[in-house]
């Protein structure tokens, strides 16, 4: 059973710094895009940034240029390094990739649980 798991959350003051990182784990044939969504409370589940299994990246308008997306192919994993947080940025931040399970043919979609992003003005 394929499962990612999120970690490095928290509460951290306007202008710092935190880096999230999601393993994925089980029986994984290969995986394609890994991205990072959040929400919000009241607001929907939004992209914040994607990269592809070849390294390339893409950014919501609100995060470029604080945010960055990378990721470890060895070890199945994705992080997103937050710098220069603001208030605006508080979410619940959720894994998300798409990836092929070992013994089958087609890529599926899976989510992490999400880990809570809380930045204090």
């Known amino acids: 059973q394929v499962q990612l798991v999120e970690s490095g959350g928290g509460l951290v003051q306007a202008g710092g710094s935190l880096r999230l990182s999601c393993a994925a784990s089980?029986?994984?044939?290969?995986?394609?895009?890994m991205a990072w969504y959040r929400q919000a409370p009241g607001t929907e589940r939004e992209l914040v940034a994607m990269?592809?299994?070849?390294?390339?990246?893409n950014y919501a308008e609100s995060v470029k240029g604080r945010f960055t997306i990378s990721r470890d192919n060895a070890k199945n994993t994705v992080y997103l390094q937050m710098n220069s947080l603001k208030s605006e940025d508080t979410a619940v931040y959720y894994c998300n990739a798409h990836l092929r399970p070992s013994g089958s043919l087609r890529l599926n979609n899976y989510w992490g649980q999400g880990t809570q992003v809380t930045v204090s003005s």
């Open positions: 089980g029986s994984i044939f290969s995986i394609n895009d």
């Open positions: 990269i592809t299994s070849g390294g390339s990246t």
